[in-house]
T-cell receptor, first 112, second 114 residues
Framework: KNQVEQSPQSLIILEGKNCTLQCNYTVSPFSNLRWYKQDTGRGPVSLTIMTFSENTKSNGRYTATLDADTKQSSLHITASQLSDSASYICVVTRYNFNKFYFGSGTKLNVKP | NAGVTQTPKFQVLKTGQSMTLQCAQDMNHNSMYWYRQDPGMGLRLIYYSASEGTTDKGEVPNGYNVSRLNKREFSLRLESAAPSQTSVYFC?????????????FGSGTRLTVV
């Protein structure tokens, strides 16, 4: 069964601290994996995309990793800011099937 | 600004009422999607349209109908609303299906059925 699981469900950290969000998937065959940020009351916005051959990709303070062998991805946020408070959603695309599989998200709360 | 526009942003319906959620994109994308988002369940695909003139069921199509009016517009209709359809609805578009371009999402419609 094609699934995407994210952990933790929710996370509270202090401003300035780092954190790592996890995404495990069973989707096959794999095409790509995206991390989205969804602010409260808004639609998700793409942060980064990882393809099969990519291990690490950074977008400012966000760094995504992908291990295609173990089917795991992580999103690392460095020096968190209050504006990082949002839900982070992992989406895996199944190759050639026009199918996208969504994780249920990690809700991050950055406190001052 | 380029993007996906959804209307309305909020709606309250009585059980049994009907309504249509509107979605339009101005990015010349081929594919459009309707998702619902419920707490703890992530985004679930209701219907999608891979290209103008085609529509297909997603994961949770029961109780909904869609119309791909033209390349820009993709509407979602609830014929007889039920409390189980209380949710936040997102429209999205993408250039292709399984390519690497990803989605662009609208800002959502918060629907409450009482």
């Amino acid at each position: 069964k094609n699934q995407v699981e994210q952990s933790p469900q929710s996370l509270i950290i202090l401003e300035g601290k780092n954190c790592t969000l996890q995404c495990n998937y069973t989707v096959s065959p794999f095409s790509n994996l995206r991390w989205y940020k969804q602010d409260t009351g808004r639609g998700p916005v793409s942060l980064t995309i990882m393809t099969f051959s990519e291990n690490t990709k950074s977008n400012g303070r966000y760094t995504a990793t992908l291990d295609a062998d173990t089917k795991q991805s992580s999103l690392h946020i460095t020096a968190s800011q209050l504006s990082d408070s949002a839900s982070y959603i992992c989406v895996v695309t199944r190759y050639n099937f026009n199918k996208f599989y969504f994780g249920s998200g990690t809700k991050l709360n950055v406190k001052p | 600004n380029a993007g996906v526009t959804q209307t309305p942003k909020f709606q309250v319906l009585k059980t049994g009422q009907s309504m249509t959620l509107q979605c339009a994109q101005d990015m010349n994308h081929n594919s459009m999607y309707w998702y619902r988002q419920d707490p703890g369940m992530g985004l679930r695909l209701i219907y999608y349209s891979a290209s103008e003139g085609t529509t297909d069921k997603g994961e949770v199509p029961n109780g909904y109908n869609v119309s791909r009016l033209n390349k820009r517009e993709f509407s979602l209709r609830l014929e007889s609303a039920a409390p189980s359809q209380t949710s936040v609805y997102f429209c999205a578009s993408s250039h292709g299906g399984s390519g690497g371009d990803g989605y662009t999402f609208g800002s959502g419609t918060r629907l409450t059925v009482v």
